[in-house]
């Protein structure tokens, strides 16, 4: 009989001030893990957040993530929990449970261990683009990334376009595992999206952004375009938290920049939108435009897709690769080619139709259980 894989995996993003999209695939992946019979897994947390005080008393407190039924809770809250493992490889995994294999979910460097150890890595922004991150933070995790290199006894990447740059930058190939990230089963009736519109007060076409607003998602990129449509009638609605504790906030002019003030329609802030507002918040959507400059999977954009939304996306990183032939691609430097997409979407209903459906039937190639039972295949193949 195939022994069952004992797992501990690291959940610390959940704590973060800004989860972002690595947060969203981990929990996501975790769940379908934990309902599985071939694992069984354990979560790893620090203890709250130095950032969030309430976090530190009760950890589950600030997270709005699922988390598994088994969680144990590291002595150290972030960032120190990071800092101890950086610094000195403590505290250690190992002592929190009878684990056959660790897996660490974000790019820092891997506590001591003596179990197999998994690592997925969700892009090597930290080496390849450090100037869309903040600088402590690209450090800390260039360092991290480097020690995986050398102690990951796997690398699992969600798209072959991190997997080429992974071996570019000197990663084993025989270590990398390319296992694409799913997407959850997505309805919306037409009940439902006239909810969700009135409750947002939208009322006629909007084009949308969901995502954080940080430099890397080239929200600058959207506003410009929008400028140069020109257009009254079509309302720009962005959707998520500013990055960076708000100081990446891409949505305000500065340094001679253009603005949201600068655009000749109406621009609507929601802020943090309910996860089961979005998709047909996506789905209501003239064209929903994701122009990141960088991306290492690119979730946003295959769920709008599964929502049967018209994505216009950059031509770029792992979006195009992801995306395939269910969205429109955009150069993420040229406003007027953004424009122009938004343009032919709006004009031409046949068109929006044809790249709606496009955009389900794309989204149906990804599931999470196809995704789960092949990292479980990875746990096994490490396990001594």
């Known amino acids: 009989m195939t022994q069952i894989p004992r797992v501990a995996v690291t959940l610390t993003q959940f704590w973060h001030t800004v989860p972002g999209g690595t947060a969203t695939s981990i929990e996501r992946l975790v769940s379908t893990l934990d309902r599985s019979d071939q694992v069984e897994v354990t979560g790893i947390a620090p203890k709250g957040n130095v950032r969030h005080p309430l976090s530190i008393i009760d950890p589950r407190s600030t997270v709005r993530s699922r988390m598994p039924s088994d969680v144990r809770f590291a002595p150290l809250p972030l960032p120190a929990l990071y800092e101890g493992w950086t610094r000195i490889g403590r505290p250690s995994i190992d002592a929190l449970g009878d684990f056959d294999v660790v897996h660490l979910t974000v790019p820092v460097?891997?506590?001591k261990s003596s179990l197999p150890l998994v690592v997925t890595v969700h892009d090597l922004f930290p080496?390849?683009?450090?100037?869309?991150?903040?600088?402590?933070g690209a450090k800390l995790m260039e360092k991290g990334l480097r020690a995986i290199m050398d102690r990951a006894d796997k690398v699992v990447v969600s798209t072959t376009t991190v997997a080429d740059e992974c071996i570019r930058l000197g990663f084993d190939g025989s270590r990398l595992e390319v296992i694409p990230?799913?997407?959850?089963?997505v309805t919306v009736t037409?009940?439902?999206?006239?909810?969700?519109?009135?409750?947002?007060g939208l009322h006629g076409p909007y084009v949308l952004f969901v995502g954080t607003m940080e430099p890397r998602k080239n929200l600058r990129l959207l506003i410009e375009a929008m400028i140069r449509m020109n257009d009254p009638e079509i309302t720009l609605v962005l959707a998520g938290p500013a990055g960076w504790d708000g100081s990446g906030d891409d949505a305000t002019g500065h340094a001679g920049l253009p603005g949201t003030s600068d655009i000749p329609s109406p621009v609507v802030h929601l802020g943090f939108v309910p996860e089961e507002d979005l998709p047909a918040l996506k789905r209501g959507a003239v064209a929903f435009c994701f122009p990141s400059?960088?991306?290492?999977f690119g979730l946003p954009v295959l769920e709008a897709m599964a929502a049967g939304s018209v994505v216009i996306t950059s031509n770029v990183s792992a979006t195009a690769e992801v995306a395939g032939d269910g969205a429109v691609l955009v150069d993420p430097h040229d406003p007027d080619a953004l424009a122009s997409?938004?343009?032919?979407v709006v004009e031409d209903p046949i068109a929006a139709s044809e790249l709606r459906t496009a955009a389900v039937k794309?989204?149906?190639h990804f599931d999470w259980n196809v995704c789960a039972e092949s990292v479980i295949d990875v746990y096994r193949s490490v396990m001594r």
């Open 109 to 111: 460097t891997p506590p």
């Open 293 to 296: 400059l960088a991306e290492g």
């Open 127 to 136: 080496i390849t683009h450090p100037e869309l991150l903040r600088i402590h």
């Open 341 to 344: 997409a938004i343009r032919l």
């Open 181 to 185: 990230f799913g997407i959850e089963s």
């Open 190 to 200: 037409e009940t439902q999206q006239r909810r969700v519109l009135s409750k947002y």
């Open 362 to 364: 794309r989204s149906a």
